[in-house]
């Protein structure tokens, strides 16, 4: 019998830093130690009532409980064609240029499997959400990581690796407001993009699974540039808008081209969310938005905690515009310890996790991700539990 080290797409994938952190993290809760876990992206409020209880009541019918549609119920599609219009001004076609997705990451994935070839190549922000370049990696793609602390870094090399690649890139790809650095853009970056990806007759495939998760100005879509949607892919989730993670619940939207591709790689591979979910996402889309509003003011809530609190016990975090993440360098005194050293020791000596940065990227070196996902007294115990780990270090 093979090993798993003799599978080729296996062995494309580097061992998951995350997943050190997670074994020291279990280890240290089965010691009894009460770990503060800044360290997983998951939305820690409840679904408001509406959605659940249009989730309950669809459930309850015996005929829902049957196969849904790969692509989306069409009144699930044409209610995220109402939240684009609404949001964003855009036009969208529920029938040729949206479909539903299993969260935005399977979407990815399964859009990287659609539009791929081995040897593809794929331009990609590093630091990055994994699924963003290791989508194509395992479809067999060639990705070229471009340093993106922020979005005006991005932009200046896009231009220069794409004219220098062998082959051609097949697509770049975007992610704003980003994860893990929390960054954000105008519409005028868009515009750029979208330039430079007619210039060198790339895909553009945006990820706003942010977009209603931002503390200053609503961030835009790609698809408001004029012509976007000729290139353009925009995928995102309703798991952090609504507190909806564990209902795997995304869309992408955009280029007829690509949606079609997607839709005909999902019709092999899935059947759909379950239908009674679809029907609770159209209540969240269509429904009440306050509770989006609320959704929205706690995480400034906490952002603004976390800043001032961390920032007193002496750990500077830079304020994050939009996202539910903070984006950290490491203390003073523990640059050199690299961030990955950095998170196992604040574990074992202050209880806290937190994300390392090299697990997003070569370029998140130097920085920790902070998610949050812990209310306001968590918060504050984390930073008396800093204070004195950062003197006893002193």
Same mark, same amino acid.
């Given at each position: 019998m093979r090993s798993d080290s003799e599978f080729y797409r296996i062995q494309r994938l580097p061992p998951y830093v995350f997943e050190t952190v997670n074994q020291l993290k279990a280890k240290l809760r089965t010691e #009894?130690? +009460?770990? =503060?876990?800044? #360290?997983f992206g998951n939305p820690d409020m409840e679904t408001p009532k509406h959605i659940i209880d249009k989730l309950v009541e669809?459930?309850?019918?015996?005929?829902?409980?049957?196969y849904s549609s790969s692509k989306g119920i069409p009144g699930l599609r044409a209610s995220y064609g109402r939240y684009y219009k609404r949001r964003f001004d855009v036009e969208l076609d529920p029938e040729t240029e949206i479909i539903a997705t299993l969260g935005s990451k399977e979407g990815f994935a399964n859009l990287a499997q659609a539009i791929s070839a081995p040897g593809d190549v794929i331009l990609a922000p590093n630091p990055s959400y994994p699924i963003h370049p290791f989508g194509f990696i395992i479809a067999?793609?060639?990705?070229?990581?471009?340093?993106?602390?922020?979005?005006?870094?991005?932009?200046q090399s896009i231009d220069a690796i794409a004219q220098n690649a062998i082959p051609k890139p097949l697509a770049v790809i975007t992610c704003f407001p980003a994860n893990p650095t929390a960054e954000t853009c105008d519409l005028n970056f868009?515009?750029?993009v979208v330039k430079l990806a007619r210039k060198h007759e790339m895909y553009v495939l945006s990820d706003l699974a942010y977009s209603e998760i931002y503390f200053e100005d609503p961030p835009p879509s790609i698809l408001q540039v004029d012509g976007a949607k000729d290139i353009c892919?925009?995928?995102?989730?309703?798991?952090?808008?609504?507190?909806?993670?564990?209902?795997?619940?995304g869309f992408a939207v955009g280029s007829p081209k690509l949606i079609g591709a997607l839709?005909?790689?999902?019709?092999?591979?899935?059947?759909?969310a379950y239908t009674p979910i679809q029907v609770?996402?159209?209540?969240?889309? +269509?429904?009440?938005? +306050?509770?989006? +509003?609320e959704i929205r003011q706690t995480y400034k809530t906490r952002r603004d905690v976390l800043v001032d609190t961390f920032g007193r016990a002496g750990w500077e975090i830079p304020l994050p515009k939009a996202s539910m993440f903070a984006w950290a360098p490491l203390p003073p005194g523990f640059t050199e310890m690299g961030s990955l050293a950095?998170?196992?020791?604040?574990?074992?000596?202050?209880? =806290?996790?937190?994300?390392? #940065?090299?697990?997003?990227?070569?370029? #998140?070196?130097?920085?920790?991700? =902070?998610?949050?996902?812990?209310?306001?007294?968590?918060?504050?115990q984390a930073a008396r539990n800093i204070g004195q780990f950062l003197a006893a270090r002193s």
């Open positions: #009894g130690a +009460d770990i =503060i876990d800044f #360290g669809t459930a309850r019918k015996p005929r829902t409980n049957r067999g793609g060639t990705v070229r990581h471009i340093k993106a602390l922020n979005p005006e870094q991005y932009l868009y515009r750029e892919v925009e995928l995102s989730t309703l798991s952090k808008t609504y507190a909806m993670a564990g209902w795997r619940m839709t005909r790689m999902k019709s092999y591979l899935d059947y759909g609770a996402a159209c209540a969240a889309l +269509d429904g009440p938005q +306050d509770c989006v +509003d950095f998170a196992e020791t604040l574990m074992r000596e202050a209880h =806290i996790a937190v994300a390392p #940065g090299v697990g997003f990227g070569e370029y #998140g070196e130097g920085f920790v991700r =902070i998610a949050l996902v812990e209310n306001e007294q968590r918060i504050r």
